[in-house]
Nanobody
Framework: QVQLVESGGGLVQPGGSLRLSCALS????????MSWYRQAPGKQREWLAT???????AVAESVKGRFTISRDTAENTVFLQMSSLKPEDTAVYYC?????????WGQGTQVTVSS
């Protein structure tokens, strides 16, 4: 069953920008609390940003000022806007939904920052 569908990943040059999307699928569902994570091969998965049901936001210090989380509740979609990208931002990016005491992961989308 697919509940979170991610898109927007790809190849971008250093200093460039990219916006990731995560769309919630399924009937009678809402966004609830949504988060973005990333993971590079051989490294621990890293939390990046969260937006709560009420709309409160938090961003990791490591990407603060460059990454912004937002949502479109009407479309059941959460976004991660990334700017001033660096090669070290290269990773698989995942969205996560927390609802009903459970959390669900998207399939991940690859972001590669290289010239």
């Amino acid at each position: 069953q697919v509940q979170l569908v991610e898109s927007g990943g790809g190849l971008v040059q250093p200093g460039g920008s990219l916006r990731l999307s995560c769309a919630l699928s399924g009937s009678m569902l809402s966004l609830n609390t949504m988060s973005w994570y990333r993971q590079a091969p051989g490294k621990q998965r890293e939390w990046l940003a969260t937006v709560t049901t009420e709309g409160s936001k938090a961003v990791a210090e490591s990407v603060k000022g460059r990454f912004t989380i937002s949502r479109d509740t009407a479309e059941n979609t959460v976004f991660l806007q990334m700017s001033s990208l660096k090669p070290e931002d290269t990773a698989v990016y995942y969205c996560r939904r927390l609802a009903g005491g459970n959390f669900y992961w998207g399939q991940g989308t690859q972001v590669t920052v290289s010239s």
